[in-house]
């Protein structure tokens, strides 16, 4: 998946609907993109076509998403008004338009049955889905870090806590980047007052550098921010965001600002500048806003650390590790553009043979954390990998997953037998547990949605897995019907006395 154009698209979107005042469903279109992007090679706007929304909204959907059939007609509704927006901003042309909306009148009366339909769940929703929605999707499967209690600002002195190792943009695309700040091309017209009598070096890097170190460090008297207060406590806000390396919620991090400013802090007026300075990115709006670091800040703060003689490692490039590197770097937590550039050079590296072979055989014996990935992976790859992943069959471990990943792209399959299929659920609510302990509320509802039934959960103390005991009681923690919760915490007492014996 192309997250670049994605995230473009989706900006672009929210603009035109503010702009004509009309409410826009962002997270459902850019669900549309994301799966368009990864399963029907659609790489931007003008790919869309009325057999799109076919696959999308009947196949794809019914497949991956957990949604009751109830839900369709939201969807729908937010393609139709993509699709308007398709076509007011040139994508499409009206002819094809027209096309997209007889299309989703007609997807509309069939999508309820295809959602409700578990002929079309395969193994991708109707068992990865009490993990959530997005079970096989990366963003699930990989940890992109946590945002920490921020109650005391990070303190900048070289005895503290060292900072993670930091993923760097390579040098062609940080000066890609670089060409697009507004803040560099008014340096260049000598419009920036508190720039002025910088010497910065000719090289675009240098420049920059140069120019992060005087934001951070200088006295720009609320030049940068529109707050002097503010503009006093860059370096431990950078500091802050660099850890992280995540996106912080804007209400923390106003919150954050507050506490070292001691005045209230204009949030949304402070990341706009950041942002045209170049040096945080904002996702999402309003309540779910987010900003974090732009490639280029982190390697301009890096630059900045180093020449202060802290210690700021730089990670490997997990696109020329090996398939158990690949994993174990992923486990470590990667933010997800990072993460997604990694795992896209890994497989260009590769045949898709080649890949899922090596994939396959540092999966095999994982703990199922690092086989969900492992997996994920692999679900990326087309027919070409048929031969390496039907090698799958032969492993206990995997045999599901090959299952699972052959049936998806309609390839002659064995059927899941009971056991494989007990096996298989357990293995894939063991993928669960890290994000279901953190949000316990979500995942319960992600099994009212879709979890294993009854009958189901009753047997799993018999599978032969690890994780099994542990899979039962937080299923017992977890299950909203107390019935259903009950029989497996007696399922869960089983395990552990099978495991003593």
Known sequence: MSIEWVNSAVDDLRAWGRARDVEVDADEVRLLCDYASDYLNVNKLADFTPETFDELLLSIYPRKVIAPPESAGETVAAARTFVRYLQESGEVEGGAATAMRERLDDIETLMPDALAD????????????????????????????????????????????????????????????????????????????????????????????????????GDTGGGVTGSAGVDEELYDLFDMLYRVQAPVPAEVIGEYLEELVDDEVDVPAVLARLTWCGLVRVTGDGARAAAGLTPAAVWALREHYLALGLDAPQAPDLAEADARGLIEGLLDGVPTELAESDIERWLAARSPGEAAAQLFAAASGAPAVARGIAVTIVDRLGAEAEDAVRAGLDEAELRPHAIHWLTARGLPTPQLTHDELLWVSVDMLALAMPAAQEAPEIFGENMAASGPPAHLIEEMWRVDHPDVAEVLELLGRSLPDTTTAKAARKAAFKARSRRIR
């Open 118 to 217: 578990p002929a079309n769940f395969g193994m991708a929703k109707s068992l990865f889905g009490s993990i959530g929605p997005e079970a096989l999707e990366q963003s699930v499967a990989i940890p992109s870090g946590e945002v920490p209690d921020l109650g005391e600002a990070p303190c900048d002195c070289p005895g503290c806590a060292p900072r993670p190792a930091v993923r760097l943009a390579a040098p062609e695309a940080l000066e890609a980047e670089l060409r697009d700040i507004p803040l560099l091309a008014e340096l260049d017209r000598g419009a920036v007052a508190y720039l002025e009598g910088l010497s910065v070096p000719a090289d675009p890097l240098g420049r920059w550098s140069t120019v992060v170190a005087h934001l951070v460090e």
